[in-house]
């Protein structure tokens, strides 16, 4: 990647762009391309959410698709993201991040990556997050993230990853989940999860890992859940669950970790 014509905002802020011969965007990073990390601090300004620190503007605004910020000392709350139509990637991940997670995210049609893991996030999951019809990951584990799992997240049918670890998230796994038709990765450990694992889980065909340990999940095991012949990893343990292990859990060909704690 071709990155010229730089400019610098303050003590801590790249913003770099390419001609439009080379297929032009914005990208504005923070991460150290060689170390993996910097030690910028204080507060993300409100203005880079609305453009207003771009050299044009608006105009300018418009083209950004990256916006990586990861493994800093950054405060405050996240900026509202207002007019970024080719905006691919936020990665905000590993800071002291505060606040609530906008629900101005909903109005970022290209985003694919979400990342704001490792920070001190509260409040809920924003319902609009449904409507990002390119999202492929979303990562928002060791934050402070409380209320139920949006039913919305089953509209993500391009959704891969999702990431929710060490939250205290609450309620149900909305059995919408079983729309998730690539999705991959579901890591929900160690959060407040109740009710029963649904039975639409084993509509996933492509996931690899499955993990709701330490939640207070309760009733038994799915014998859908045998139909994940993708299946690698599958933790249940610290729950409430009672019953027997499904004899389908046979089915599981690839499977190399299996935890099931004890049942009640």
Not at 13 to 31: A, D, G, K, R, V
Not at 155 to 173: A, F, I, K, V, Y
Not at 225 to 239: F, M, R, V
Request: glycine content about 10%; hydrophobic content about 40%; overall charge negative.
């Amino acid at each position: 990647m071709i990155l010229f014509e730089p400019y610098i905002w303050s003590s801590s802020y790249l913003i770099s762009h390419c001609q439009p011969s080379y297929n032009s965007f914005i990208l504005i990073q923070f991460t150290d391309t060689k170390q993996g990390s910097n030690l910028f601090s204080g507060t993300i300004p409100i203005e880079l959410g609305n453009g207003r620190l771009f050299k044009r503007g608006a105009k300018e605004a418009k083209l950004l698709k990256f916006f990586r910020m990861s493994d800093n000392a950054l405060e405050g709350e996240l900026p509202q993201f207002n007019n970024f139509p080719f905006l691919k990637e936020i990665d905000i991940s590993s800071n002291k991040i505060d606040g609530t997670l906008p629900i101005s995210i909903g109005n970022l049609p290209a985003l694919s990556l979400f990342y704001v893991q490792n920070n001190e996030i509260k409040g809920t999951i924003p319902s609009q997050l449904g409507n990002l019809a390119f999202l492929k990951e979303i990562s928002f584990g060791n934050n402070q993230l409380n209320g139920s799992i949006p039913t919305e997240l089953g509209q993500l049918d391009t959704l891969e990853r999702m990431d929710l670890e060490n939250n205290d998230l609450e309620g149900s796994l909305p059995s919408e989940m079983g729309n998730l038709g690539l999705l991959v990765v579901l890591n929900l450990t160690n959060n407040k999860i109740e009710g029963s694992i649904p039975s639409e889980v084993g509509s996933i065909t492509t996931l690899e890992v499955f993990d709701v340990s330490s939640n207070n999940i309760i009733g038994s095991i799915p014998s859908e859940i045998g139909t994940l012949t993708a299946l690698t990893a599958l933790n249940i343990e610290d729950n409430g669950i009672n019953g027997t292990l499904p004899t389908e859990i046979g089915n599981l060909q690839s499977l190399g970790s299996l935890d099931v704690g004890k049942f009640v």
